[in-house]
């Protein structure tokens, strides 16, 4: 049975949005999510997070459950509008005063808050009176922003994230627009990837120079990568699942890592991909202190040629078809989850392989690894998921194997701690290791979650 190192972090991880609830409530602005889920057809049901697991209210018992599992960290986004209602100007003492005490009741649990700064809910004034991510500006509010949290929680708070998933931002918000603000172009994901990429990069900055000294944490940011496997031997397929990997993790790893976008996505995107100043350069390389990734899938990767490229029907795509020229597929033998992704741990294993050779062997931690299971009315069928119990198992014994394989990797957030807003899914689809019945708000563990709390307590991977 592996057996993970003593001092390895395990954890649970969620987002603001998809849990609070509490809205409309106690100054807090709306978010470009909250306009989204008005506009009809966009959303499943035409679900929002309104309410959602009403976090807000009950995280006193939502953090007993965490300490019932021997969770030893909990990852959680702050609600930028929550704490500046217009991403700009006067502060919410509000929403700062629920934080310091979600903050407070995590350590007195012993457990340690590992915060993320932006979780896609961006303030919809920004977004409406600055174009949001579009805009230069866009690095300097949320510089600003950060500052605010830092000064208000760090004195506790020693693991920050500054941005989830910047490639759904950038892709999935302005390339097919399935996600919020839901633009479709060909050219704005990159100009949004560029100032997400400057707005991390400006806030460590700020951490670094302010903060870190007198609070000694660490910061970071975490991206997504699904693995593509090359699907034949042939040098243009195994080149194929090069570029598409570089397209879609390089793309923002790369920078922070190498100081630029990948020499593939500058020969392929041309003019369309921005340049950095030198003085974005200066504060981008070297800009986390860790490699936090999310990973769910796998793909077979082929190239294209001069083929029509379409990708629509597959989850993940990875970065602009078009431009990469990328086919992928999956193997019709392979067990796929109720949205459709691949489980595949051997994936996960050689992504955190290929990030380690890229990138010089970085401290790794993955903060999202998870299972979407269909939603099940009968709570004792919904609770006994034994799907989801024996996919983390694999990824478990997966990441293990990528530890003797000499990664440096030092923590597993699973995904999600309950369930919750599934964004364009609404609440149709269940990651949660806890059932929530959106009714009544109850939460109830599922046997991933009492499997895993074992896990936590022991660091063993258990048959």
Known sequence: MPQFPTNFIWGSATSSYQIEGAASIEHRGPSIWDAFCQTPGKIDNNDNGDVACDHYHRYQEDVQLMSNMNLGAYRFSLSWPRIQALGYGDVNQVGIDFYNRLIDTLLEKNIQPWVTLFHWDLPLALQMEQDG???DNFADYFADYADICFRHFGDRVKHWITLNEPWCSAFLGHGNGYFAPGRSSDSEPYVAAHNLIRAHAKAVHVYRSQYKESQQGVIGIT???DWREAKTDEPKDQAAAQRALE???GWFADPIYKGDYPKVM???VGDRLPQFT????KLIKGSSDFFGLNHYTTMYASDAGTNDIDNSDVSGNGGMADDQGVELSADPSWERTDNDWNVTPWGCRKLLEWISERYDKPTIYITENGCCLPDEDDIKVATDDQRRLNFIKGYLTACHEAIENGVD????FCWSFMDNF???CGYSKRFGIHHVDYATGTRTPK????????VCKSGIVAD
């Open 133 to 135: 991510f579009l805009n």
């Open 223 to 225: 991206n997504n990568c």
């Open 247 to 249: 397209f879609f993790l």
């Open 266 to 268: 500058r020969e392929l």
């Open 278 to 281: 030198e003085e974005d350069r």
């Open 409 to 412: 990797l030092r923590g597993y």
């Open 422 to 424: 599934e964004w364009a």
């Open 447 to 454: 046997a991933s979650a009492l499997w895993y709390a074992d």
